[in-house]
């Protein structure tokens, strides 16, 4: 019984005081997407408009044809070269605004865009990615030629593996996206990219929640925990496990920063960097990155769980290669003590 003066008992409360929660969850997630569209959308529009207007001056068919031969190694049509080549060099929303108006162009398979994005996801955003790469030792040069090699070979095995067991190989379909956006008037194609946009945003928008719900339950964490034990195969010492997982889980921004603060003060060893920022540079940023290509129709089993198993056993046959190599030749091609700021003989190595 309640006492006098004391507000009714009953089960409308719990559910009242679970609305401020609702509403102030939604506002967040709304304010997060917005910001992040927003900065997308001056990421994303300018490429879309330049693809466009190549496309009206005919340079996309005169640049597919520099990417023909090799894109035609991995099953990809050659305009696929010009969506890589933004990604390696500009960044992965970039990549994803030149797809958006390349693809309605081209008769494609779920297999073709799972290669793609895959490639994307491997080597992207070059210079800004392996200039952090370069801040802690490891060469600019050599790490980025690992990252697109790498790449081209991931998107090579994907190709073999999906050709040869008949997996996706439907017809690509994106709802949310019209077709043959190049070939309609600059009136219809604003149209249509304003609505594509639109979409887009929603899309980002119920991301964003899926990813909090994921971090929410811990799966993040207890995907990365299940990865930790491997870094022994790839010869990484146990000193970088904590800071490569963050890596893994945040992208090479934020753990290349941490291992540079670590590398600087001497708790990881020169070859461990290198090691662990090539790990990273095969794949970070585990759940987000794969889900936005899930977007333009690409498939989490090459997208995640192949790059996974690819990284790990590209980086433990690179271990092998790097912990053999002379002192001589990896400080001199490999690894800049300078560029670190360590010192010129720090202890453990010594390798003759």
Known sequence: ?????????????????????????????????????????????????????????????????????LMSLIGLPAEMGIVWATGAFVGTYAAIGAFIELHGTLDLTVAQATVISSLILTAHALPLEQGIVRRAGPSFFVTGLVRLVGA??????????????????????????????????????????????????????????????????????????????????????????????????????????LIINEARRGTMQPRTVFLALTLLGFFHSLIEEPLVFLTIGADLSGTLVGRIVFAVLATAVLGRIVMALPDRIFYRFLFSRAAAGIPAQPQGEGRP
Do not use: C, H
Request: glycine content about 10%; overall charge positive; hydrophobic content about 55%.
């Open 1 to 69: 019984m309640n006492a006098p003066g004391s507000p009714p008992a009953g089960p409308g409360r719990g559910g009242l005081s679970l609305f401020p929660r609702a509403r102030d969850f939604a506002v967040s997630v709304i304010g997060q997407s917005s910001r992040l569209f927003l900065t997308l959308l001056k990421i994303m529009l300018p490429v879309m408009i330049a693809v466009r207007l190549a496309d009206q001056f005919g340079l996309i068919v005169l640049v597919s044809r520099l990417f023909e031969p």
């Open 152 to 257: 081209f070979v991931y998107g090579w095995i994907l190709f073999r593996v999906y050709q040869a067991g008949g997996w996706l190989q439907e017809p690509l379909r994106i709802a949310w996206l019209p077709e043959a956006r190049l070939q309609t008037s600059w009136v219809v194609w604003a149209r249509d990219s304003a609505l594509s946009l639109a979409a887009f945003f929603a899309i980002i928008t119920a991301l964003i929640v899926l990813l909090r719900l994921l971090d929410a339950i811990g799966f993040n964490r207890v995907l990365a925990r299940l990865l930790a034990p491997f870094l022994g195969i790839m010869k990484i010492d146990q000193s970088a496990t904590g800071v490569t997982m963050i890596g893994v889980l945040l992208g090479l921004g934020f753990g290349g920063g």
